[in-house]
């Protein structure tokens, strides 16, 4: 997703609120920059400046340096298809060479976490 325009000064504007209201640049940066990109941040600094409760507010930051840390992450979460997970499967169930521990692992965990 990628926000207006008119989207993009709105944001613009809440984050100079947000700086205003004594929140760091770097956080209010971070949150504009990435906004840009997803809704739920977008909706979420939306949120902000429109919420008068202060407790409120807080949440609604403390949610949305949770997105910011979940964006800067570098590790990213790799997804199998059913054959690519078959075929691991297979590998680590006759493993071509004398691994027998790496095999009782991969069972273990089959049981406990399933397929």
């Known amino acids: 997703m990628s926000v207006s325009s008119d989207c993009k000064v709105e944001l613009m504007e809440i984050g100079s609120i947000m700086h205003?209201?004594?929140?760091?640049?770097?956080?209010?940066?971070?949150?504009?920059?990435?906004?840009?990109?997803?809704e739920g941040?977008?909706?979420?600094?939306?949120?902000?400046?429109?919420?008068?409760?202060q407790k409120?507010?807080?949440?609604?930051?403390?949610?949305?340096?949770?997105l910011i840390f979940d964006c800067n992450q570098?590790?990213?979460?790799?997804?199998?298809?059913?054959?690519?997970?078959?075929?691991?499967?297979n590998e680590l169930q006759n493993p071509k060479g004398p691994n027998e521990k790496l095999k009782k692992a991969f069972k273990a965990h089959t049981k406990k976490f399933g397929k």
Do not use: H, R
């Open 20 to 38: 205003k209201s004594g929140l760091p640049s770097s956080f209010v940066a971070a949150a504009v920059e990435i906004a840009f990109e997803f």
């Open 41 to 53: 941040v977008y909706d979420l600094i939306v949120m902000w400046g429109e919420e008068t409760d």
């Open 56 to 66: 409120e507010k807080d949440a609604i930051v403390a949610d949305i340096q949770d």
């Open 74 to 89: 570098k590790e990213k979460i790799v997804y199998l298809s059913t054959k690519d997970f078959d075929m691991l499967e």
